[in-house]
């Protein structure tokens, strides 16, 4: 019997990347570079991209799946960009074809262009097999974006800084969420602009700063407890009277949602995704049914939560 010896070569990795909620968004005062200090906790959800990457002679990227034609596909495209910094850090060229499949809503504060470039972070680094910490990784992750870091992370988080840096935050058990996505996005920077333009319009009735980046112990105990009836009172988010600003039909989207029974609801991020949290995952079916059927959303999904970080799903 002959002998070969075997050597297999990997060609493509697929990565799955979590969507995020912010259970606590705080926001500071706009700082000199432009952004804002946050005291937040995020949690992952279901909800999620598959990014798959494979060698080619160039870069090149197709997007596939939710809101599709609203993402560049091109090396402005967040998981390029990743792919560029990455090889960068490996010192090699950055020929690969990225293939997106988006589930997670474009513009819709549920952090999907973070999640693509986590994605493409943890498949090129399997696929390219470099020996890169987390922590490496996750300073990669931070130059891309504030949110990078988390989507890598996943499960449930603390974040500070520009929302870059991340503790463990312990939640036990599975939360049931329903997500109501609109017609039409948010942009970020935009709603971040609309919170300092409101607060100044308000200056002098304002809370001081460090009532802002307060540290949200109670929200964190209730996630310790596992009990859904315990966090959905603690939900907020700093940023969802500058969302109602600039979408104000999102105030009936989140009313249509608690009257369908959801514990409560919030604007994600800087939305304009509504997030329900509910008893349970029966709750969260009845609840997606009733709003579908209210006609206050583009369309409305269910998601549980936390969700792991972003991982390595095959290779070929
Ligand atoms: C609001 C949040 C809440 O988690 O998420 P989304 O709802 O957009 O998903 C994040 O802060 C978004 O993070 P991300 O989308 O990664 O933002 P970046 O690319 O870093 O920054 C985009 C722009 O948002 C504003 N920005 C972002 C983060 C921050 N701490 N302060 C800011 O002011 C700045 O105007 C910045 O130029
Ligand atoms: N891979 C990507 N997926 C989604 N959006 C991307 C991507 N790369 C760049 N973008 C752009 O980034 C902007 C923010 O999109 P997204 O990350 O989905 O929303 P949000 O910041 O509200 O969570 C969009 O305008 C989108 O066109």
Redesign the pocket.
């Known amino acids: 019997m002959s002998r070969t010896s075997l050597s297999v070569v990997t060609d493509s990795v697929t990565a799955r990347a979590p969507s995020?909620v912010?259970l606590h968004?705080g926001?500071g005062p706009?700082r000199d570079d432009?952004?804002?200090?946050?005291v937040?906790v995020?949690q992952a959800l279901s909800l999620h991209d598959d990014i798959r990457v494979a060698r080619a002679h160039e870069l090149s990227v197709t997007v596939r799946g939710e809101g599709a034609g609203s993402v560049p596909a091109d090396a402005s495209n967040l998981a390029a960009r990743a792919a560029q910094a990455l090889a960068g850090w490996a010192d090699r060229a950055g020929h690969v074809a990225i293939q997106i499949e988006k589930t997670i809503p474009v513009a819709g504060?549920?952090?999907g262009?973070?999640a693509d470039a986590a994605g493409a972070l943890v498949a090129l680094a399997h696929l390219w097999k470099l020996d890169i910490s987390r922590d490496e990784l996750a300073e990669i992750a931070a130059d891309l974006?504030?949110?990078?870091p988390f989507a890598l992370h996943g499960n449930t988080a603390l974040?500070t800084g520009?929302?870059e840096q991340l503790m463990h935050v312990l939640s036990r058990g599975e939360f049931h969420w329903v997500l109501a996505l609109a017609r039409e996005g948010l942009s970020?920077?935009a709603?971040?602009?609309e919170l300092d333009r409101l607060r100044d319009s308000r200056s002098g009735d304002v809370d001081d700063d460090g009532d802002f980046l307060r540290s949200p112990d109670d929200l964190m105990q209730a996630l310790a407890s596992g009990d859904p009836r315990a966090v959905a009172p603690l939900l907020h988010n700093d940023?969802q009277p500058a969302a109602l600003s600039l979408q104000p039909t999102l105030r009936r989207t989140l009313r249509a949602g608690v009257d369908a029974g959801a514990l409560n609801g919030i604007v994600?991020?800087?939305?304009p995704t509504c997030a329900f949290l509910c008893a349970d995952e029966q709750s969260a079916v009845n609840v997606a049914a009733e709003l579908s059927g209210a006609g206050v959303a583009r369309a409305v999904r269910t998601a549980s939560g936390p969700a792991p970080g972003t991982r390595v799903l095959g290779t070929n």
């Open positions: 995020k912010n968004l926001v706009r432009g952004y804002h200090d946050l937040t995020f504060g549920m952090a262009g973070s974006g504030s949110d990078v974040g520009r929302g970020t920077p709603v971040y602009k940023l994600s991020g800087s939305g």
